[in-house]
């Protein structure tokens, strides 16, 4: 009787993803500090090059931002500078005024994103999409010689083989796209998840099951999916700082520390537990866009700019449902106030629609329902309750209904 293979899960995490793909357009960039985020288009000037036909571009630095911008990513140069995601740009711009800022692209992020995870599917095609930028394979019945590797032995242990399978995952991304990727090769996702940070960025990590307590255990238990900076502050303040120490933690002090289901978690995976599968199909809950201003916006003064951005949502979330194949019967508002307080309405339509004006005009009876006496920081709009389009038949038309407006002639922004 053969025995079952080992079980052999890899985390694959494109280095510095976002600021990645831009150096791929601006290239002269490479080697130096670059954030990028930001809701304004400070897009690079291009100007002539003095004695040379090749044009010089020139970028905005840190130095000159004013707003309330966030980090979405960073070059390894910028970070190295104290510089990271979520970091506000304001204190960015005092830690290293001289780092290039440059705006989000969210279009080209999603086509680098489809290009590197179609050439990871043509190798490995069980995956679970994670995210933009990141997902968990499924090794564990991937061969080398399926692949087009002829770099394996007969000699090689399983480990080994997935190991080899990685490196020609690695290959085949950069191929796909021109950009690294990270892989951490473990028994399951959580020690997977752990591996691909540790040899960033272009690394492949393997972690065998006896490689846990060397490997592992030295690390800080904040490295750990799940253990965030509360749960992490609440550890060292009670003397546990590394995994190592959180496995030697008695189960039923974490319980009675962090709740029966937290404490749990966390003493399963300071020893490496962890059952969960890759899940290749996971159907989205719900679909959603939305933008926090550089300046607080009034309902009043900046009626015809709110209204832009709104219909602009709209017709993003619109467009999310089309490409993804998912219809919406439940339209939501988000609406966060210059003092931070956040409302949201919802409003439930009689039949699913992936139809921007139908959206606008759910949205816009939401917005009906809150106040605007106080300025507005942010504004989002989520399409939920999503069916697949595919299962759904064609909306049934009422007998008398008016003609539907233009999205642009709808009823402005309230």
């Known amino acids: 009787m053969t025995a079952e293979p080992p079980r052999m899960i890899a985390h694959l995490d494109m280095d510095a993803f976002y600021a990645s793909v831009e150096l791929l357009r601006y290239p002269e960039l490479k080697g130096q500090p670059v954030v990028?985020?930001?809701?304004r288009r400070h897009q690079p000037g291009v100007a002539s090059g003095s004695g040379t036909d090749r044009p010089v571009r020139t970028f905005a630095t840190l130095s000159n931002y004013a707003g309330r911008g966030v980090i979405t990513t960073a070059t390894y140069e910028a970070r190295a500078l104290g510089l990271h995601s979520a970091m506000g740009l304001?204190?960015?711009?005092?830690?290293?005024?001289?780092?290039?800022?440059?705006p989000t692209d969210f279009d080209a992020y999603r086509k680098y994103s489809r290009l590197f995870k179609d050439a990871v599917r043509a190798i490995a095609p069980r995956i679970q999409d994670n995210g933009i930028d990141e997902i968990?394979?499924?090794l564990t019945n991937v061969h080398p010689a399926e692949v087009g590797s002829g770099a394996c032995e007969p000699e090689h242990d399983a480990w080994e083989?997935?190991?080899i399978v990685a490196s020609v995952i690695k290959d085949a991304v950069r191929a796909a796209t021109g950009l690294s990727?990270?892989?951490?090769?473990?028994?399951?996702?959580?020690?997977?998840k752990i591996a691909s940070e540790l040899d960033k960025p272009d690394g492949l990590t393997v972690i065998h099951a006896g490689d846990f307590e060397r490997r592992i255990w030295p690390l800080s238990a904040r490295k750990i999916n799940g253990i965030g900076p509360k749960s992490a502050a609440k550890l060292e303040a009670l003397d546990v700082r590394t995994i190592a120490e959180l496995a030697a933690a008695d189960p039923v002090w974490l319980v009675e520390h962090f709740g029966r289901a937290?404490?749990?978690?966390?003493?399963?995976?300071?020893?490496?537990?962890?059952?969960?599968?890759?899940?290749?199909?996971?159907?989205?809950?719900s679909i959603s866009r939305e933008t926090t201003f550089e300046r607080d916006l009034s309902a009043t003064r900046?009626?015809?700019?709110l209204s832009r951005i709104f219909t602009g949502l709209c017709m993003g979330v619109s467009d999310d449902l089309k490409r993804k194949g998912y219809l919406g019967r439940t339209i939501g508002l988000k609406l966060r106030y210059d003092n931070f307080r956040t409302v949201t309405r919802n409003s439930t339509l009689d039949w699913p629609t992936d139809d921007a004006r139908a959206i606008r005009r759910a949205a816009g009876e939401c917005l009906k329902r809150v106040p605007l006496d106080r300025r507005i920081r942010l504004l989002g709009v989520r399409a939920g309750a999503l069916v697949a389009a595919a299962a759904v038949g064609p909306a049934p038309q009422a007998e008398h209904a008016d003609p539907t407006p233009s999205l642009f002639d709808a009823d402005g922004w309230k």
Not at 36 to 39: F, K, L
């Open 36 to 39: 990028i985020g930001g809701g």
């Open 302 to 305: 900046d009626r015809a700019e």
């Open 136 to 138: 968990y394979v499924d």
């Open 90 to 102: 304001m204190k960015a711009a005092r830690l290293a005024p001289d780092a290039v800022l440059l």
């Open 161 to 163: 083989r997935a190991q």
């Open 262 to 285: 937290q404490g749990a978690f966390m003493h399963a995976a300071a020893h490496g537990h962890d059952d969960r599968d890759v899940v290749t199909v996971s159907e989205p809950k």
């Open 181 to 192: 990727c990270s892989i951490g090769v473990a028994p399951n996702k959580l020690l997977a």
